[in-house]
C-alpha cells in the first residue's frame, strides 16, 4: 500500500515535529502523572489538583484522575473564553434548508446556557439528577447538555432517530424525570415526530415505573403538538421568566458528567458513565493536536449530537478549545450531493471530519459534485466511525482535498471519550486505510484469542493496557457489567472489541469487530438487540442476526429468521418483520437482508454457531470452518442452498 508522506507545508505549519511525537509519547506513557499533571492544565479548575492518576484494571477495576480537583465543564467551554472571544462565533449553524443558518457568539451561548440551566433549576433539577435529551440537530441542543453541565446534572442524550420503546428504555435505565425534546426535526426536507415519540416512550416509561415530571420543549418547526399542563413547558416562553446568568456549580473531577447508551454484544444498551475532569481534559487535548486547531478557524464535525463523536468533536472538545463549531441539521445529500461542499464554501470551514458511509456514498454519486465546488478553504480532513477502505480514503483525499489536505483517521469508541489512534497532521506519515499510531498515554497491544501478547507484525485482538483521562468509568448502575464487559476477557486490559492488524511500521489497522455488534453506517448495533425485536415479532420463533459486508453501509445487517409452525415465508413478511424492527429500535436498525431458515446451525449445548452465518451471508461458502461439533449437520446445506438460491 502506498504511503503519503507528510509534505513540507503540513510540516510547516505543525503543532509539534515528529521527533517531539516520539519523545512526548515515551514520556505519556514512562511517566503519566508528570505527563498529565502538565496538559490536565489546559483546562481551568477552580481548585486545582494534587493527584493525577488513580487507576487500576485488576482485581478491582477503579479509574480516577485528577481525583481532588474541582470545575465545571461548562464555564471551560464558554466563561474562560468571554474575555478574550465573546464576539467570536461558538456555534456555526447551518440548517437543514439552505437558506437557514445561524451564528451563537461565546456570549449569546453564555446567556442561553444560564438561562436554560435556570428553567432547569425552576422546575427542581439539581446536581447528580439525569436529564434525557431528545434533540434535533439545533443550537439548543448544545445549550441543554452545557445547562446541565452548568448545574451538575447528567445528561444523557438519546439519538432523534430512535424509537419511542428505545428511548423509554434509556428513560427508565437512567431514572430520569426531566426531559428536553423539539416538537419536531428536519432532515432532508422531512419531518421527524420527536415530541409524539416522546409523549409515546412517556406513557411506556410510566407504565414501567419511571415518572417524567418535565418536559421541556423547543420550538422547531411550529408543527402541532400535544401539551400536557403542569409537566411541558415551552423554551421560548420559560426563557424570558428567568435570569440571564447562573453561577456554574462546582463539580468533583469525578462527578459525572454524563451517560451516553451504546450497543454491547450482549443484553440491552449500556449506559456509558464518563466523569468531568478526565473526559474534558482528553476532548480538548485530542482536538487540540489532532485536528492542529488554530483560533479563528472553523471547524466542522458532521455528526449528530446524538453519538459520542457529537458530543466528544461537535460540543465539549471544540469548546473547551475556544474553536468555532459548526452544526449541521441535514442531511449531506439534500438537497443534493455537493450539500456538504457548499456548506465548506458557504461558511468557509478549514476542517471537516465525517464518516466513511457518507465519504463512500458521495463517492458513489460522482465526483461533479464536488469538483463544482471550491473547498479552498478546506485544510484538514478528518474521519471515524468505522474501518476506511483504501479507495474511499484516496477519494477524499484526492477529489475532496486536492491532495493538499492531510487526512485523519482517528480510531475510538464511545467507551474511549476520544480518540485513541490517530495520526497527527504534518507529524505522522499517512497509510490510506490505517489510523496509524498512538495517541499521547495510549498502550494498544495485540492479543490472540489465549490472551497471548502478539509482538511486531502481527493480527489480534486489540486492547488497551493501561488508562488514558477520557476512558468511562463505569456502566451506570452496574460496575459488574462494566468490569465483565471490557476488563474479563483479557484480564487486567481493556478489550476493545475490535481486531486490528500492526505492519512492520508498527501502524495500526482497524479491522473490524470481533464480537457480536455491527457496525452499520458507523452506528453501533448489537446483534442481540436485532434478534430480540424480530422474536418479538408475533410469526418468529427463532432469529440470529450478523453483520455482512455492505458497499456504502460498511456493514449490513443480516437476519436467519425461523418462523413459528404454520406461518408461511412470504416477502410481505419480509416487510413486515423489517417495519416491525424499526418500529422497535428505529430506522437504523432496519434489517438489510432477511433470509428464512428452516433450522439454525447449534452446537450441541445450544450455541447459535454465528461464524458459520457470518460465512454464509459473506457468501463465503469455502470457509465455513469444521461443522463437526454442530447439533445437526444438515442445517448448514440447507443454509446454503437457501443463500445460493436467494430465496
Ligand atoms: C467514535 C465511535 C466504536 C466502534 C469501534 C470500531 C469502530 C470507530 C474507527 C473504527 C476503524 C476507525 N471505529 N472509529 N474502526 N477505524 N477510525 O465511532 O464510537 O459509536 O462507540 O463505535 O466503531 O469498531 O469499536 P462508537
Same mark, same amino acid.
Given at each position: 500500500?502506498?504511503?503519503?508522506?507528510?509534505?513540507?507545508?503540513?510540516?510547516?505549519?505543525?503543532?509539534?515535529?515528529?521527533?517531539?511525537?516520539?519523545?512526548?509519547?515515551?514520556?505519556?506513557?514512562?511517566?503519566?502523572?508528570?505527563?498529565?499533571?502538565?496538559?490536565?492544565?489546559?483546562?481551568?479548575?477552580?481548585?486545582?489538583?494534587?493527584?493525577?492518576?488513580?487507576?487500576?484494571?485488576?482485581?478491582?477495576?477503579?479509574?480516577?484522575?485528577?481525583?481532588?480537583?474541582?470545575?465545571?465543564?461548562?464555564?471551560?467551554?464558554?466563561?474562560?473564553?468571554?474575555?478574550?472571544?465573546?464576539?467570536?462565533?461558538?456555534?456555526?449553524?447551518?440548517?437543514?434548508?439552505?437558506?437557514?443558518?445561524?451564528?451563537?457568539?461565546?456570549?449569546?451561548?453564555?446567556?442561553? &446556557?444560564?438561562?436554560?440551566?435556570?428553567? *432547569?433549576?425552576?422546575?427542581?433539577?439539581?446536581?447528580?439528577?439525569?436529564?434525557?435529551?431528545?434533540?434535533?440537530?439545533?443550537?439548543?441542543?448544545?445549550?441543554?447538555?452545557?445547562?446541565?453541565?452548568?448545574?451538575?446534572?447528567? +445528561?444523557?442524550?438519546?439519538?432523534?432517530?430512535?424509537?419511542?420503546? @428505545?428511548?423509554?428504555?434509556?428513560?427508565?435505565?437512567?431514572?430520569?424525570? &426531566?426531559?428536553?425534546?423539539?416538537?419536531?426535526?428536519?432532515?432532508?426536507?422531512? $419531518? &421527524?415526530?420527536?415530541?409524539?415519540?416522546?409523549?409515546?416512550?412517556?406513557?411506556?416509561? #410510566?407504565?414501567?415505573?419511571?415518572?417524567?415530571?418535565?418536559?421541556?420543549?423547543?420550538?422547531?418547526?411550529?408543527?402541532?403538538?400535544?401539551?400536557?399542563?403542569?409537566?411541558?413547558?415551552?423554551?421560548?416562553?420559560?426563557?424570558?421568566?428567568?435570569?440571564?446568568?447562573?453561577?456554574?456549580?462546582?463539580?468533583?473531577?469525578?462527578?459525572?458528567?454524563?451517560?451516553?447508551?451504546?450497543? #454491547?454484544?450482549?443484553?440491552?444498551? $449500556?449506559?456509558?458513565?464518563?466523569?468531568?475532569?478526565?473526559?474534558?481534559?482528553?476532548?480538548?487535548?485530542?482536538?487540540?493536536?489532532?485536528?492542529?486547531?488554530?483560533?479563528?478557524?472553523?471547524?466542522?464535525?458532521?455528526?449528530?449530537?446524538?453519538?459520542?463523536?457529537?458530543?466528544?468533536?461537535?460540543?465539549?472538545?471544540? *469548546?473547551?478549545?475556544?474553536?468555532?463549531?459548526?452544526?449541521?441539521?441535514?442531511?449531506?445529500?439534500?438537497?443534493?450531493?455537493?450539500?456538504?461542499?457548499?456548506?465548506?464554501?458557504?461558511?468557509?470551514?478549514?476542517?471537516?471530519?465525517?464518516?466513511?458511509?457518507?465519504?463512500?456514498?458521495?463517492?458513489?454519486?460522482?465526483?461533479?459534485? &464536488?469538483?463544482?465546488?471550491?473547498?479552498?478553504?478546506?485544510?484538514? *480532513?478528518?474521519?471515524?466511525?468505522?474501518?476506511?477502505?483504501?479507495?474511499?480514503?484516496?477519494?477524499?483525499?484526492?477529489?475532496?482535498?486536492?491532495?493538499?489536505?492531510?487526512?485523519?483517521?482517528?480510531?475510538?469508541?464511545?467507551?474511549?471519550?476520544?480518540?485513541?489512534?490517530?495520526?497527527?497532521?504534518?507529524?505522522?506519515?499517512? $497509510?490510506?486505510?490505517?489510523?496509524?499510531?498512538?495517541?499521547?498515554?495510549?498502550?494498544?497491544?495485540?492479543?490472540?484469542?489465549?490472551?497471548?501478547?502478539?509482538?511486531?507484525?502481527?493480527?489480534?485482538?486489540?486492547?488497551?493496557?493501561?488508562?488514558?483521562?477520557?476512558?468511562?468509568?463505569?456502566?451506570? #448502575?452496574?460496575?459488574?457489567?462494566?468490569?465483565?464487559?471490557?476488563?474479563?476477557?483479557?484480564?487486567?486490559?481493556?478489550?476493545?472489541?475490535?481486531?486490528?492488524?500492526?505492519?512492520?511500521?508498527?501502524?495500526?489497522?482497524?479491522?473490524?469487530?470481533?464480537?457480536?455488534?455491527?457496525?452499520?453506517?458507523? +452506528?453501533?448495533?448489537?446483534?442481540?438487540?436485532?434478534? @430480540?425485536?424480530?422474536? @418479538?415479532?408475533?410469526?418468529?420463533?427463532?432469529?440470529?442476526?450478523?453483520?455482512?459486508?455492505?458497499?456504502? $453501509?460498511?456493514?449490513?445487517?443480516?437476519?436467519?429468521?425461523?418462523?413459528?409452525?404454520?406461518?408461511?415465508?412470504?416477502?410481505?413478511?419480509?416487510?413486515?418483520?423489517?417495519?416491525?424492527?424499526?418500529?422497535?429500535?428505529?430506522?437504523?436498525?432496519?434489517?438489510?437482508?432477511?433470509?428464512?431458515?428452516?433450522?439454525?446451525?447449534?452446537?450441541?449445548?445450544?450455541?447459535?454457531?454465528?461464524?458459520?452465518?457470518?460465512?454464509?451471508?459473506?457468501?463465503?461458502?469455502?470457509?465455513?470452518?469444521?461443522?463437526?461439533?454442530?447439533?445437526?449437520?444438515?442445517?448448514?446445506?440447507?443454509?446454503?442452498?437457501?443463500?445460493?438460491?436467494?430465496?
Amino acid at each position: 500500500m502506498e504511503k503519503i508522506a507528510v509534505k513540507e507545508e503540513w510540516r510547516q505549519r505543525a503543532l509539534i515535529t515528529a521527533e517531539e511525537y516520539q519523545a512526548w509519547y515515551r514520556r505519556s506513557v514512562e511517566d503519566p502523572d508528570g505527563f498529565w499533571a502538565e496538559h490536565g492544565k489546559r483546562i481551568d479548575w477552580m481548585k486545582p489538583f494534587t493527584k493525577v492518576k488513580n487507576t487500576s484494571f485488576a482485581p478491582d477495576v477503579s479509574i480516577k484522575w485528577f481525583e481532588d480537583g474541582t470545575l465545571n465543564v461548562s464555564a471551560n467551554c464558554i466563561d474562560r473564553h468571554l474575555e478574550e472571544r465573546g464576539d467570536a462565533v461558538a456555534i456555526l449553524w447551518e440548517g437543514d434548508n439552505p437558506a437557514e443558518s445561524r451564528k451563537i457568539t461565546y456570549r449569546e451561548l453564555h446567556e442561553n &446556557v444560564c438561562r436554560m440551566a435556570n428553567v *432547569l433549576k425552576s422546575r427542581g433539577v439539581k446536581r447528580g439528577d439525569r436529564v434525557t435529551i431528545y434533540m434535533p440537530m439545533i443550537p439548543e441542543s448544545a445549550f441543554a447538555m452545557l445547562a446541565c453541565a452548568r448545574i451538575g446534572a447528567i +445528561h444523557s442524550v438519546v439519538f432523534g432517530g430512535f424509537s419511542p420503546d @428505545s428511548l423509554a428504555n434509556r428513560i427508565e435505565d437512567a431514572r430520569s424525570s &426531566v426531559l428536553i425534546t423539539a416538537d419536531e426535526g428536519l432532515r432532508g426536507g422531512r $419531518k &421527524v415526530p420527536l415530541k409524539k415519540n416522546a409523549d409515546k416512550a412517556i406513557e411506556i416509561a #410510566g407504565k414501567a415505573g419511571q415518572k417524567v415530571e418535565t418536559v421541556l420543549m423547543i420550538r422547531r418547526t411550529g408543527g402541532d403538538v400535544g401539551f400536557a399542563e403542569g409537566r411541558d413547558l415551552w423554551w421560548h416562553e420559560a426563557r424570558e421568566t428567568v435570569e440571564a446568568t447562573c453561577a456554574p456549580e462546582e463539580m468533583g473531577a469525578e462527578d459525572p458528567l454524563f451517560i451516553l447508551y451504546t450497543s #454491547g454484544s450482549t443484553g440491552k444498551p $449500556k449506559g456509558v458513565l464518563h466523569t468531568s475532569g478526565g473526559y474534558l481534559v482528553w476532548a480538548s487535548i485530542t482536538h487540540h493536536y489532532i485536528f492542529d486547531y488554530r483560533p479563528g478557524e472553523i471547524y466542522w464535525c458532521a455528526a449528530d449530537i446524538g453519538w459520542v463523536t457529537g458530543h466528544t468533536y461537535i460540543l465539549y472538545g471544540p *469548546l473547551a478549545n475556544g474553536a468555532t463549531t459548526v452544526m449541521f441539521e441535514g442531511i449531506p445529500n439534500y438537497p443534493d450531493a455537493s450539500r456538504l461542499w457548499q456548506v465548506v464554501d458557504k461558511h468557509k470551514v478549514n476542517i471537516i471530519y465525517m464518516a466513511p458511509t457518507a465519504i463512500r456514498a458521495l463517492m458513489g454519486a460522482g465526483d461533479s459534485f &464536488v469538483t463544482s465546488t471550491s473547498r479552498e478553504s478546506l485544510r484538514q *480532513l478528518g474521519t471515524v466511525g468505522e474501518p476506511i477502505n483504501p479507495e474511499a480514503w484516496l477519494w477524499y483525499y484526492r477529489v475532496v482535498g486536492d491532495e493538499r489536505c492531510p487526512i485523519v483517521d482517528t480510531y475510538w469508541q464511545t467507551e474511549t471519550g476520544g480518540t485513541l489512534i490517530t495520526p497527527l497532521p504534518g507529524v505522522t506519515d499517512l $497509510k490510506p486505510g490505517s489510523a496509524t499510531l498512538p495517541f499521547f498515554g495510549v498502550q494498544p497491544q495485540l492479543v490472540d484469542s489465549e490472551g497471548t501478547v502478539l509482538e511486531g507484525a502481527t493480527s489480534g485482538n486489540l486492547c488497551i493496557v493501561d488508562s488514558w483521562p477520557g476512558q468511562m468509568r463505569t456502566v451506570y #448502575g452496574d460496575h459488574e457489567r462494566f468490569v465483565q464487559t471490557y476488563f474479563s476477557t483479557y484480564k487486567g486490559k481493556y478489550f476493545t472489541g475490535d481486531g486490528c492488524r500492526r505492519d512492520e511500521d508498527g501502524y495500526y489497522w482497524i479491522t473490524g469487530r470481533v464480537d457480536d455488534v455491527i457496525n452499520v453506517s458507523g +452506528h453501533r448495533m448489537g446483534t442481540a438487540e436485532v434478534e @430480540s425485536a424480530l422474536v @418479538s415479532h408475533p410469526a418468529v420463533a427463532e432469529a440470529a442476526v450478523v453483520g455482512y459486508p455492505h458497499d456504502l $453501509k460498511g456493514q449490513g445487517i443480516y437476519c436467519y429468521v425461523t418462523l413459528l409452525d404454520g406461518e408461511e415465508p412470504t416477502d410481505e413478511l419480509k416487510k413486515s418483520l423489517i417495519a416491525h424492527v424499526r418500529e422497535e429500535i428505529g430506522p437504523i436498525a432496519s434489517p438489510d437482508k432477511i433470509q428464512f431458515a428452516p433450522g439454525l446451525p447449534k452446537t450441541r449445548s445450544g450455541k447459535i454457531m454465528r461464524r458459520i452465518l457470518r460465512k454464509i451471508a459473506e457468501d463465503d461458502f469455502g470457509a465455513l470452518g469444521d461443522t463437526s461439533t454442530l447439533a445437526d449437520p444438515t442445517v448448514v446445506e440447507d443454509l446454503v442452498e437457501h443463500r445460493q438460491n436467494r430465496r
